[in-house]
């Protein structure tokens, strides 16, 4: 325990840890020091010296920076006589010299630390008469962010973030005395996937972001905690409205997830809510083979008879359903209620075969959370590039090296956090079994990987690399570290709420509450409650896709989900859609997937209903609605209920809180969780749930076979999905695809950087241009699974270079 002391602060003895910055023990205490330079998430630097206070020493009181100072056993401070006040007032006088006043224009106006403090510590008036001083602007320093120099205060927190905690050191001090300014290097824009934050740290106006430059007043907008949609980090957020339009998003400073950072995708990606191709009306195909705008009764109608169509004629097992993981936890709840209770199927899944196991991912022993990473000796990744897949992970893995944790990375291609980690090993995917075999018996260079995962406590980051490798390698990677002392293990996939969709059973093999479906007690106290249960296995979603193909399910509805542009095989789904009989989609856009279904409902979205949400940690936390939805849109929920009344049967779906509700009455895991204790106290940081029956991880990694070239297929951040395209700021941040060579395997094919190139897949072909990637394994080949090329999942491929 660390050594407590007692110090005194405007004649009040107050106690606090050996060590503290006197600036956060002054502000938990209830004495606000005005600052500009610190941050509690960043190194302090004394800068602004605004933090100015009095200490008592042996020769009297001397001024000091208080945010640089750390609290020491009867120290006394004096954070308001009148040297520290005429001290604060001069270091606002001189800060205002030359900064513009444009607080009438400035999107920082209102909520402003300088303007605040200038009314609370400032000199009144200014003696300065002179010119300012001018620089152009505003200046784009990336897609996102300009930047207005002649408001900066050279404060450091921009590039302070940018170097400690997003390790993309682009911004930088340039010039010196007078004309010292923040800019990025020539030839050099901010590219870096965690830009958004320096404009959130700033704390006057001098970076501001596109997306909500000029679009309201901070007095003008209404505001609502909830969880970031893009990814299973769940980032907390505060989602700001205007005239009933979100207009930006802020992160909140949840220190077991986000600790207040947010990826641009998260923080810019919400623009899609507005966007005009928005569904508004339910859509019918009609006979000339089109889909029309109908009334919620005709579609209603139309997909409940050719539902009970299919069942009559061929069984329930001829139906089927994907979705979940884009919904909140009661919308997924409804989802698998309706497919098993009213239609009575168990083909469902929130996955599209690019996950890990359900059981897995649910319920593996001794799981981490996010918050055991800042206590880790050591961090083993070997699972997909968190920098392009969970932003938000990345930079919590980073923050722990920082820390002193020793990190191994094992991954097929270079990865975002090998700068800072301590092993980076590389291996061919289809190659994992040998390379886990490696470091399992420590044999040669893996001795020293070994050994360094051994100075624990060790937490192990494990997933999917890339797409063209089996999910069953991440299982084995996890029973291999379960092996060290202490060892925790997080399992992770990317997908918003797929944990949440996992947990209310959207899954073929689970019950919701992370039961087992195979487990008989679940099973018939579920059924009591739910007055119906189908038995027999269930398909999940590659079984769906195929099961379509083959003609054995003949309907398909989709929640949130668009196979035709996700699954791995999109021309195996497409084909799928276009054989089935009848597909029902629940939607805010005409998707891929959308545009081959007959009947198409249209659904609230993010911040237009309330829910709940799932983490990758288990962790639930609230989402809450703002702003209403467009047109005719209404919640999935009720699309169900109503669906599902229709063919005789009701899901108690007639809001979401009775649905939530019941969630904490049949799910074990979700047992006692309500919405109003997570809105308020320590409930607003969520609650982490346990793991009713663990998951036996398997002792043997899969055996893959390999070839002379393989793939190694991963997903990139900015990608060509529906929500970022119809995104604007972000929409065009998606690059284009290129294959990756290592430049051994260029040579030996003759291809060089540029080279158009054809890529041979397992399911189709692409001609793309080749770039020389010297951080891939030997003998394999990288390509985006997200921006429009596809080839297939499987791994051999051919590489063959064009004229």
Known sequence: ??????????????????????????????????????????????????????????????????????????MVVHTASDVVEKAQEGVLEFLLINHPLDCPVCDKGGECPLQDQTMACG???????????????????????????????????????????????????????????????????????????????????????????????PWDLEAVESTCPHCSVGCRIAVQASANEVVRFLGVDNAPT???????????????????????????????????????????????????RVIDGSGAD??????????????????????????????????????????????????????????????????????????????RVRGAVRRGAGLVVVHPRGNGLDPVAAHSLRYRPGEGAAMLRRLSEGEGDAASVRAALERGPLVAIVGRTGLAEDPGLAEAVAAFAEGFAGAKVLPVTRRGNLYGGLDMGVAPDLLPGRVPAADPAAREALEARWGGLSGGEGEDAAGIITGLGEG?????????????ADFPDPARAVAALEGAELVVAVDLFLTESARRADVVFPALGFAE?????????????????????????????????????????????????????????????????????????????GRLLPVPVPYRLPLEAPQEESGDLVLHLARVLYDRGTMLQQGGSPAGLAGEPVLGLHPADAARLGAAEGSRVRLTGSAG????????DPSL??????????????????????VEVLP
Request: a negative charge.
């Open 1 to 74: 325990m660390a050594e407590r002391v007692t110090l005194t602060i405007d004649g009040r003895p107050v106690e606090a840890e050996a060590g503290e910055l006197l600036i956060a023990v002054a502000q938990r205490s209830g004495n606000y020091i005005p600052r500009f330079c610190w941050h509690p998430r960043l190194d302090p630097v004394g800068m602004c010296r605004m933090c100015l206070v009095e200490i008592e020493g042996p020769r009297g009181r001397a001024l000091t920076t208080s945010c640089t100072t750390r609290v020491a056993e009867g």
């Open 123 to 217: 000199p009144g008036e200014s003696r300065y008469v002179e010119e300012k001083r001018h620089f152009a602007k505003p200046i784009p320093i990336s897609d996102l962010v300009l930047l207005d120099r002649e408001r900066c205060i050279l404060c450091a927190r921009c590039t302070r973030f940018a170097d400690e905690v997003a390790g993309d050191p682009l911004i930088e001090f340039v010039s010196r005395g007078n004309d010292t300014q923040v800019l990025t290097f020539p030839g050099e824009p901010f590219a870096s996937y965690f830009s958004g934050n320096t404009v959130q740290v700033c704390p006057v106006g001098a970076l501001t972001a596109i997306p909500y430059r000029f679009r309201a007043r």
């Open 258 to 308: 986000n600790q207040g950072w947010l990826c641009d995708k998260g923080r810019f990606g919400f623009e899609y809510l507005r966007s005009p191709e928005r569904l508004i009306a339910p859509l019918v195909r009609g006979k000339d083979g089109e889909l029309h705008a109908a009334t919620w009764g005709e579609a209603l109608d139309r997909a409940a008879t050719g539902l009970r």
């Open 318 to 395: 001829a139906v089927a359903g994907l979705g979940g993981a884009r919904s909140t936890n009661e919308e997924a709840y409804a989802f698998g209620k309706f497919l098993r209770a009213t239609v009575g199927t168990n083909h469902l899944d929130a996955r599209l075969d690019d996950a890990l196991g359900a059981r897995f991912l649910t319920a593996s022993p001794h799981r981490a959370a996010i918050d055991d990473l800042d206590g880790a000796g050591a961090i083993l990744l070997w699972g997909p590039d968190l920098k392009e897949e969970l932003p938000v992970l990345y930079l």
């Open 552 to 564: 054995r399910i003949r309907a398909l509805v989709l929640l949130g989900c668009d196979p035709a």
């Open 609 to 685: 209903v309330e829910g709940t949400v799932t983490n990758l940690e288990g962790r639930v936390q609230k989402v809450n609605r703002l702003v209403p939805g467009p047109g005719q849109a209404r919640p999935a929920h009720e699309i169900l209920e109503d669906l599902a009344t229709r063919l005789g049967h009701r899901i108690g779906a007639e809001s979401a809180e009775a649905l939530a509700a019941e969630v904490a009455e049949v799910a074990p895991a979700y047992a006692g969780v309500a919405w109003d204790t997570l809105d308020r106290g320590a409930g607003r940081e």
């Open 765 to 772: 072909s692409a001609e793309l241009t080749a770039a020389l």
């Open 777 to 798: 394994a030997p003998g394999t080949v990288y390509l985006a699974a997200n921006l429009g090329a596809a080839v297939g999942p499987g791994l051999r491929v051919d």
